[in-house]
């Protein structure tokens, strides 16, 4: 068994605080407020530490198509989650699990997020296109939601 880490940073000017909250606490109801060919909901618990979260993501050109994740740990005081995927497209015949790390850092009057994701491999290496496909879909939905707030100021406010 390897462990295949890919990493992703997205500048944002929205700061950290509210960044946070939009893709860490209240994606579940925003993200498809955003993108409405988005499905996404809580399927156990409340959201926090401990729930299972579900996204179903559109079709058209995106490398998952949908993922179950748990919450592994929350840290809202420094904008800080983890997650493991437990059911979805990025698990394979090779990806045996996936740990996900999301840390968002202020950065002046906005912030930096930063992915960190951890492929778990049955053996050998993981995909690296689809690591990267998957990189680049992460990419594109922290932009949404960085548009999404700029345009909405009181949007998770």
Known sequence: MGVTTATHEFKSSIPAPRMYKALLEDSPTLFPKIMPQYKSKVVQGDGGVGSILETCFPDEGNQVKIVKH????????????????????????????????????????????????HYHTKGGAADKAMIDAIGKQTTTVYKLVQDYLLANPGACA
């Open 70 to 117: 748990k919450v592994e740990a929350q840290d809202p005081a420094n904008y800080y989650a983890k997650y493991t995927v437990i059911e979805g497209s990025p698990l394979s015949d090779n990806i045996e699990s996936v740990v996900n790390e999301r840390k968002i850092e202020p950065a002046g009057d906005g912030c930096v997020v930063k992915a960190t994701d």
